[in-house]
C-alpha cells in the first residue's frame, strides 16, 4: 500500500511565523503535490514537483515557497504566514496519473 | 485550462435508496478522471479511476461512475447506499499532453457532501 504522511494533524501558529509542512512518501514517487481545502471551493493546487529540485507553481502559490531536496520528501513553507492561510494542507504523491493523499495537516494562524 | 463542475453541494439521501453524485467538465483535449472520498478529518482515499477502456468503471464501497464523453460528465452512482457512506466526494480530471503523458496534475471539483440518513 502507498503510504504518505504528514507531519502534523493540526497545527496553531501566529500571524508572521515561518511555517513548515512536511511530507513523506515510502512509493519512490516522482511527482509529489501540495494542495489546500477549503469548503466549498475544493482541492487547490499550490505547488508540484516532478523530480529532485524540480517544482512548478500550481493555481494559488502567492505567499507559499517549496523544497525537495530527496526523493521522497516535499516540503510546504509559509514564509510569512497569515490569517487566511488558515485551512487544511494536503499532500499527494504520484508516480502517473493516479494520486495518493496524505492524512493532510489543519493550520490555524492566529 | 480545464474545470470541474460538481453539480450539487449537498445530496441528502435515505438509506438503502440509489444515489447520482453529478460531475461535469470541461476539456477540448483527452482526459482522464477520478473520484476521491473523504471522510471527517482524513485525507482523500480513491474511489475509482477513469483511465481509458471501458467507459463504465466500478470502484470500491459498490460505486461506479460512467464516462461519457459527448456530453463531458462522469456522475457516480450507487444503487444503495449505507450511513457509512456519509462523506464528502472529489470529481478530478487529468489532462494528457500531447506527448500522451502527464505528471498526473489534476483539477478538482468543488465537492459534494453526501449525507445518509437512517
Known amino acids: 500500500d502507498v503510504k504518505v504522511t504528514q507531519s502534523s494533524r493540526y497545527l496553531v501558529k501566529r500571524t508572521g511565523e515561518k511555517v513548515f509542512l512536511e511530507c513523506v512518501q515510502d512509493?519512490?514517487?516522482?511527482?509529489m503535490f501540495w494542495y489546500r481545502q477549503d469548503p466549498g471551493l475544493g482541492l487547490r493546487l499550490i505547488y508540484f514537483?516532478?523530480?529532485?529540485?524540480?517544482?512548478e507553481k500550481g493555481d494559488i502559490p502567492e505567499g507559499y515557497s517549496v523544497s525537495r531536496e530527496k526523493k521522497e520528501r516535499f516540503s510546504l513553507i509559509l514564509e510569512s504566514a497569515s490569517t487566511n492561510q488558515t485551512s487544511m494542507y494536503l499532500c499527494?504523491?504520484?508516480?502517473?496519473?493516479?494520486?495518493?493523499f496524505g492524512p493532510g495537516t489543519r493550520l490555524l494562524v492566529l | 485550462a480545464q474545470s470541474v463542475t460538481q453539480l450539487d453541494s449537498q445530496v441528502p439521501v435515505f438509506e438503502e435508496a440509489p444515489v447520482e453524485l453529478r460531475c461535469n467538465y470541461s476539456?477540448?483535449?483527452?482526459?482522464?478522471l477520478f473520484w476521491y472520498v473523504q471522510y471527517p478529518n482524513q485525507g482523500l482515499q480513491l474511489l475509482l479511476k477513469?483511465?481509458?477502456?471501458?467507459?463504465l468503471v466500478k470502484g470500491i464501497n459498490g460505486f461506479e461512475a460512467e464516462f461519457n464523453k459527448s456530453q463531458t460528465s462522469f456522475h457516480l452512482r450507487k444503487p444503495s447506499v449505507h450511513i457509512s457512506d456519509t462523506a464528502e466526494y472529489f470529481c478530478?480530471?487529468?489532462?494528457?499532453?500531447?506527448?500522451?503523458?502527464?505528471?498526473?496534475?489534476?483539477?478538482f471539483g468543488q465537492g459534494t457532501i453526501l449525507t445518509v440518513h437512517p
Open positions: 476539456s477540448s483535449v483527452s482526459v482522464y
Open positions: 477513469y483511465l481509458s477502456g471501458s467507459t
Open positions: 514537483s516532478y523530480d529532485v529540485k524540480m517544482k
Open positions: 499527494a504523491s504520484s508516480s502517473g496519473r493516479t494520486q495518493y
Open positions: 512509493m519512490d514517487h516522482e511527482n
Open positions: 478530478a480530471v487529468g489532462r494528457l499532453n500531447a506527448g500522451g503523458t502527464s505528471y498526473g496534475k489534476l483539477t
